[in-house]
């Protein structure tokens, strides 16, 4: 060894900033200059078996070490790595060299933090110090811990933030800032590639030296396991060996204590079964604004600056212009000209020694947006932040479950993204049916990689849209659902079988249902079915009742669909409508408050389109004549009666001059206001009606002008309710009829200008051949 290594007494200690790019490159510059015979990096030994898969040709970064506990894959941690995160770069070069140098991972084991106490370390190693304890922490949250949160349990400790101290004491208000002035300015070509290292932990040591541990109790535990990892280090290779760990632990490791020290503080500490893998991590994850406390907030303006070997700010502001001008913004290269101009002016006038990324976006916002925040939000969400998806190669140790999904996305062609998309889905087709199978299969198990969205377009019950997004925490939820099978379909066919099982409501039995069909989960429909079957025979309440129906009726129309044989439902679904039927009068007339009249008034909307999908015959007769007796009955809330009425209307089976009828007695001054008031809510639901029926239209305007004073102000709100949900035409409507004057009063034969007093039927009828036409059926 030769240079500044023949120096050196003791290992070689590069204290580092996670995920900082000018720290890695110094970490590659002094590891070729002092050339270790090993290298011990930051992180869980557990991890040692993984590392080889560094230098697979399908290792793409960012990736995380993943550990979970073995019997319980909820309780995990991830360790990060980006292409610029010097741990990366220092395993790397480590595989890279000629004779390959070994390298280790020295952290205190994962069996210890994932065996502690909930709240207690199951975050990973430096989520408890802040997102710079270790000038940038190193371990993300597991999915059941809130970021922020205190693994030590003592909030009252103040932690320190080692960067922030530093920036200030250099008169700097910003520590991001200044880390890029004194670190990411600094020229690859430094001449003494340690000094940066020594600066900075002669830095750390004064910080420690002032405030012990900054309030991060447990790294005193780490900090041990580290040394005794050095102590066998040292015995193998001398002090012919490298440390990259975070500057913060930099003064410890080199302190002098003894081997029994540390065991004493090791004695003792809990432990639990482990497993690891490589899971793909994105850029976003890194950010803190992601929520993750990884100590940085622009990883994509990171990535770009340890990609740029020269001209960093020129070859940045190309990226921009091109982002832009694929949002069809109007860019040129003078623009890019000017933007790097004034950011080297803004960068002089501050005494930078380079533009950072404060100065590039207020050039950007200048030059390029015309002073508009709204481009520049699309610059920091996909350029500064950006959704980089890492890959892990095929080979790679993972759960059962994770390879085969990992083969169905294949076969499928549905490949994971970090950046969030739509997929329309033709499920007449056997591919796009399969993908929606797949997605159903995986929300089942509670892997929400798609979300329906609304479709555009089309309405059709053959056509989904779903929203994708590949979030790195889903590969803890794929670990978790390991326990239900070892594919896809057998561990959704397990938890819809367990969910069934432990099921308190009848409603949570038939959503399960109708999701089982759509996850074309037919081994799952028996246990399903049963549980359906006791919970419908036991349970009374009609609103629960008519809470489970509808869920049925899509369960049935959908089988039709997507080719999934779903009459083993229409036995339950028909019984539940007959008992809906016999219950619901009852129910409505049990003096219900107006909150519960309201609830049960959705409940029957809901039930009357379940029926209509339903075909079972009858059925739809004698909801109709549940739905008369609702309308006529003075005891039933007004809000359920208007209801019932407009829904009889609505099908044809209550004629305009009944209808009429039903709400003079509804709006007559012996009606209490308030009463009145919800049948007009329950039946005018919908606008439209009125506009084409004056003589409605007539009765309520002609109920509203004889409302006494005092009644008036109780029944404004919910009259505002009401017409204030109408689309803005009708109101527009509305309020031109009313404004031309009030009718005279209905008779039976009057009928509104371009309107017959009754339905002609054989000029209704005239429309069914094209009808026909356009829904590819022939001509009834």
Same mark, same amino acid.
């Given at each position: 060894?030769?240079?500044? $290594?023949?120096?050196?007494?003791?290992?070689?200690?590069?204290?580092?900033?996670?995920?900082?790019?000018?720290?890695?490159?110094? =970490?590659?510059?002094?590891?070729?200059?002092?050339?270790?015979?090993?290298?011990?990096?930051?992180?869980?030994?557990?991890?040692?078996?993984?590392?080889?898969?560094?230098?697979?040709?399908?290792?793409?970064?960012?990736?995380?070490?993943?550990?979970?506990?073995?019997?319980?894959?909820?309780?995990?941690?991830?360790?990060?790595?980006?292409?610029?995160?010097?741990?990366?770069?220092?395993?790397?070069?480590?595989?890279?060299?000629?004779?390959?140098?070994?390298?280790?991972?020295?952290?205190?084991?994962?069996?210890?933090?994932?065996?502690? *106490?909930?709240?207690?370390?199951?975050?990973?190693?430096?989520?408890?110090?802040?997102?710079?304890?270790?000038?940038?922490?190193?371990?993300?949250?597991?999915?059941?811990? *809130?970021?922020?949160?205190?693994?030590?349990?003592?909030?009252?400790?103040?932690?320190?933030?080692?960067?922030?101290?530093?920036?200030?004491? /250099?008169?700097?208000?910003?520590?991001?800032?200044?880390?890029?002035?004194?670190?990411?300015?600094?020229?690859?070509?430094?001449?003494?590639?340690?000094?940066?290292?020594?600066?900075?932990?002669?830095?750390?040591?004064?910080?420690?030296?002032?405030?012990?541990?900054?309030?991060?109790?447990?790294?005193?535990?780490?900090?041990?396991?580290?040394?005794?990892?050095?102590?066998?280090?040292?015995?193998?290779?001398?002090?012919?060996?490298?440390?990259?760990?975070?500057?913060?632990?930099?003064?410890?490791?080199?302190?002098?204590?003894?081997?029994?020290?540390?065991?004493?503080?090791?004695? #003792?500490?809990?432990?639990?079964?482990?497993?690891?893998?490589?899971?793909?991590?994105?850029?976003?994850?890194?950010?803190?604004?992601?929520?993750?406390?990884?100590?940085?907030?622009?990883?994509?303006?990171?990535?770009?600056?340890?990609?740029?070997?020269?001209?960093?700010?020129?070859?940045?502001?190309?990226?921009?212009?091109?982002?832009?001008?694929?949002?069809?913004?109007?860019?040129?290269?003078?623009?890019?000209?000017?933007?790097?101009?004034?950011?080297?002016?803004?960068?002089?006038?501050?005494?930078?020694?380079?533009?950072?990324?404060?100065?590039?976006?207020?050039? =950007?916002?200048? =030059?390029?947006?015309?002073?508009?925040?709204?481009?520049?939000?699309?610059?920091?969400?996909?350029?500064?932040?950006?959704?980089?998806?890492?890959?892990?190669?095929?080979?790679?140790? $993972?759960?059962?479950?994770?390879?085969?999904?990992?083969?169905?996305?294949?076969?499928?062609?549905?490949?994971?993204?970090?950046?969030?998309?739509?997929?329309?889905?033709?499920?007449?087709?056997?591919?796009?049916?399969?993908?929606?199978?797949?997605?159903?299969?995986?929300?089942?198990?509670?892997?929400?990689?798609?979300?329906?969205?609304?479709?555009?377009?089309?309405?059709?019950?053959?056509?989904?849209?779903?929203?994708?997004?590949?979030?790195?925490?889903?590969?803890?939820?794929?670990?978790?659902?390991?326990?239900?099978?070892?594919? =896809? +379909?057998?561990?959704?066919?397990?938890?819809?079988?367990?969910?069934? /099982?432990?099921?308190?409501?009848?409603?949570?039995?038939?959503?399960?249902?109708?999701?089982?069909?759509?996850?074309?989960?037919?081994?799952?429909?028996?246990?399903?079915?049963?549980?359906?079957?006791?919970?419908?025979?036991?349970?009374?309440?009609?609103?629960?009742?008519?809470?489970?129906?509808?869920?049925?009726?899509?369960?049935?129309?959908?089988?039709?669909?997507?080719?999934?044989?779903?009459?083993?439902?229409?036995?339950?679904?028909?019984? +539940?409508?007959?008992?809906?039927?016999?219950?619901?009068?009852?129910?409505?007339?049990?003096?219900?408050?107006?909150?519960?009249?309201?609830?049960?008034?959705?409940?029957?909307?809901?039930?009357?389109?379940?029926?209509?999908?339903?075909?079972?015959?009858?059925?739809? *007769?004698?909801?109709?004549?549940?739905?008369?007796?609702?309308?006529?009955?003075?005891?039933?809330?007004?809000?359920?009666?208007?209801?019932? $009425?407009?829904?009889?209307?609505?099908?044809?089976?209550?004629?305009?001059?009944?209808?009429?009828?039903?709400?003079?007695?509804?709006?007559?001054?012996?009606?209490?206001?308030?009463?009145?008031?919800?049948?007009?809510?329950?039946?005018?639901?919908?606008?439209?009606?009125?506009?084409?029926?004056?003589?409605?239209?007539?009765?309520?305007?002609?109920?509203?002008?004889?409302?006494?004073?005092?009644?008036?102000?109780?029944?404004?709100?919910?009259?505002?309710?009401?017409?204030?949900?109408?689309?803005?035409?009708?109101?527009?409507?509305?309020?031109?009829?009313?404004?031309? #004057?009030?009718?005279?009063?209905?008779?039976?034969?009057?009928?509104?200008?371009?309107?017959?007093?009754?339905?002609?039927?054989?000029?209704?009828?005239?429309?069914?051949?094209?009808?026909?036409?356009?829904?590819?059926?022939?001509?009834?």
């Amino acid at each position: 060894m030769s240079g500044p $290594a023949a120096e050196r007494r003791g290992p070689l200690l590069l204290g580092v900033r996670h995920h900082g790019p000018g720290s890695a490159r110094a =970490v590659r510059a002094a590891l070729d200059a002092a050339r270790p015979a090993a290298v011990l990096i930051e992180g869980p030994p557990e991890g040692d078996a993984l590392l080889a898969l560094a230098a697979d040709p399908g290792m793409r970064p960012p990736v995380a070490l993943l550990a979970h506990a073995a019997d319980d894959p909820g309780r995990a941690a991830f360790w990060p790595l980006a292409a610029f995160s010097p741990e990366w770069v220092a395993i790397r070069w480590a595989q890279e060299q000629e004779v390959p140098v070994p390298v280790r991972f020295i952290d205190l084991p994962a069996a210890h933090t994932l065996a502690a *106490e909930p709240g207690r370390g199951s975050a990973g190693p430096d989520e408890d110090a802040g997102p710079n304890a270790d000038a940038g922490s190193d371990a993300e949250p597991g999915p059941d811990t *809130e970021p922020g949160s205190d693994p030590d349990g003592d909030c009252d400790s103040v932690r320190l933030d080692p960067l922030a101290v530093l920036a200030e004491t /250099a008169g700097y208000d910003d520590p991001e800032r200044w880390w890029e002035d004194v670190v990411e300015h600094r020229g690859p070509g430094a001449t003494d590639p340690l000094g940066a290292f020594e600066a900075l932990g002669e830095a750390m040591e004064a910080l420690r030296e002032a405030y012990g541990d900054g309030g991060h109790a447990r790294d005193r535990v780490r900090e041990a396991y580290m040394r005794q990892r050095m102590r066998a280090a040292r015995r193998e290779f001398g002090d012919a060996y490298a440390v990259v760990c975070g500057a913060w632990h930099v003064p410890a490791l080199g302190a002098r204590t003894t081997a029994a020290a540390d065991k004493a503080l090791l004695t #003792g500490l809990p432990k639990v079964k482990v497993e690891t893998a490589w899971v793909p991590w994105t850029h976003r994850r890194l950010a803190r604004a992601g929520g993750y406390g990884a100590g940085i907030t622009s990883p994509g303006w990171y990535a770009h600056l340890f990609a740029a070997r020269d001209r960093p700010v020129e070859r940045w502001l190309t990226k921009v212009a091109g982002l832009l001008r694929e949002e069809d913004r109007q860019v040129s290269p003078a623009h890019v000209i000017e933007a790097v101009r004034l950011a080297g002016t803004l960068a002089a006038m501050r005494g930078r020694p380079l533009p950072g990324l404060a100065e590039t976006l207020e050039a =950007v916002r200048a =030059v390029m947006c015309d002073g508009s925040d709204v481009p520049l939000a699309l610059i920091e969400d996909r350029l500064v932040v950006g959704d980089v998806l890492g890959e892990v190669p095929d080979g790679a140790p $993972a759960v059962p479950l994770q390879r085969d999904l990992t083969r169905r996305q294949r076969s499928l062609r549905l490949r994971a993204e970090a950046q969030e998309r739509e997929l329309e889905l033709d499920l007449r087709k056997d591919t796009d049916a399969a993908k929606s199978v797949l997605l159903h299969r995986l929300r089942l198990l509670g892997i929400d990689w798609g979300v329906p969205a609304a479709s555009r377009g089309s309405t059709g019950t053959f056509r989904e849209t779903w929203r994708l997004r590949w979030e790195p925490e889903l590969s803890v939820r794929v670990a978790e659902a390991g326990i239900w099978g070892t594919t =896809v +379909l057998a561990a959704a066919t397990a938890k819809a079988e367990a969910d069934a /099982a432990g099921a308190a409501e009848l409603g949570e039995v038939t959503a399960l249902a109708e999701r089982c069909l759509l996850a074309g989960l037919s081994g799952a429909l028996p246990a399903v079915l049963r549980a359906l079957a006791d919970r419908a025979a036991l349970d009374t309440d009609v609103a629960r009742l008519a809470k489970a129906l509808p869920a049925l009726a899509r369960s049935l129309r959908y089988g039709d669909v997507r080719g999934t044989d779903a009459s083993a439902l229409a036995t339950v679904a028909g019984g +539940l409508a007959e008992r809906i039927c016999v219950a619901l009068p009852p129910a409505c007339a049990a003096g219900l408050d107006a909150e519960a009249a309201t609830e049960l008034r959705g409940h029957v909307d809901a039930v009357h389109g379940a029926i209509a999908l339903l075909d079972e015959e009858g059925l739809r *007769e004698r909801w109709s004549a549940v739905l008369r007796v609702l309308a006529g009955r003075d005891r039933v809330p007004g809000p359920i009666r208007g209801r019932a $009425a407009r829904l009889l209307l609505d099908d044809g089976r209550l004629p305009a001059d009944e209808t009429a009828r039903l709400m003079g007695l509804a709006l007559s001054p012996a009606a209490p206001p308030p009463d009145a008031a919800g049948w007009i809510e329950g039946f005018a639901q919908d606008g439209t009606l009125l506009v084409h029926d004056e003589r409605l239209l007539a009765l309520i305007d002609t109920w509203l002008a004889g409302v006494p004073e005092q009644a008036f102000t109780d029944v404004l709100p919910l009259l505002r309710r009401t017409f204030g949900a109408y689309e803005p035409g009708v109101k527009r409507s509305l309020g031109e009829l009313v404004r031309r #004057g009030r009718s005279p009063k209905p008779t039976p034969g009057d009928a509104p200008a371009g309107f017959a007093p009754a339905l002609d039927p054989s000029r209704a009828d005239a429309v069914l051949t094209v009808l026909a036409l356009l829904l590819s059926g022939p001509p009834a």
